[in-house]
């Protein structure tokens, strides 16, 4: 069996393991930016070693952002009485394509899992609790993956919030069980927002 060249292959294999591409996929896909050189194969890397050097974590809510604060945490359009508190960034992204939250983000980075040994230093918890004592924060939403694992960890959280006099609640019917943000429409998101109920 003849492989194709190392450096050729050595590419092959690192796309092959972003999401939903699969070995097949990922050959295909660097193929055709091998065939597209100037207008894919050249933009591309350029773009990734941008994304390389300048991608980072904000350090209130950690989204993706270029700078130590994202877009978000810095305007002054939105809302600081509320945050709304996700998973991960693609449920962020997923709320602000249905654009019906006016407040700012608690990004978690995953949920709480006895299975994984995630506690809760593992996620932004304890981070989030030190912006609830700073920020003047009146309403937190939960956000969560209807998973059991997101359930778990949006009763862990109304628990600690309880005593500090903040409302939580959680996005409400519409985000079927098992069902993460990300693959929802936005109209469907739009209707769990506003039908948001307390925790
Ligand atoms: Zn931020």
Not at 118 to 125: A, C, K, Q, S, T
Request: hydrophobic letters at 45%; a negative charge.
């Amino acid at each position: 069996m003849t492989r194709p060249p190392r450096d050729i292959e050595e590419l092959i294999d690192l796309m092959a393991r972003l999401p939903g591409l699969g070995p097949r996929s990922a050959r295909r896909a660097v193929l055709q930016m091998i065939r597209k050189r100037a207008l894919l194969l050249i933009p591309l890397a350029d773009a990734m070693r941008n994304v390389a050097v300048s991608a980072r974590e904000c350090v209130s809510c950690g989204n993706v952002c270029t700078s130590e604060l994202c877009d978000i945490c810095t305007s002054e359009k939105r809302a600081t009485g509320e945050i709304c508190i996700v998973e991960d960034v693609a449920d962020l992204w997923a709320m602000e394509r249905a654009g019906v939250f006016r407040g700012r983000y608690h990004v978690l980075g995953g949920t709480l899992s006895a299975l994984d040994s995630i506690g809760p230093d593992e996620l932004r918890i304890p981070r989030l609790i030190e912006r609830i004592r700073h920020e003047a924060v009146s309403e937190v939403i939960l956000a969560l993956n209807a998973t059991v694992d997101g359930l778990t960890t949006a009763h862990y959280i109304a628990e600690q919030l309880e005593p500090m006099g903040i409302t939580v609640t959680s996005l409400a019917q519409g985000v079927p069980v098992g069902g993460e943000l990300d693959y929802l429409d936005d109209g469907t998101i739009s209707a769990a927002m506003r039908a948001r109920r307390a925790l």
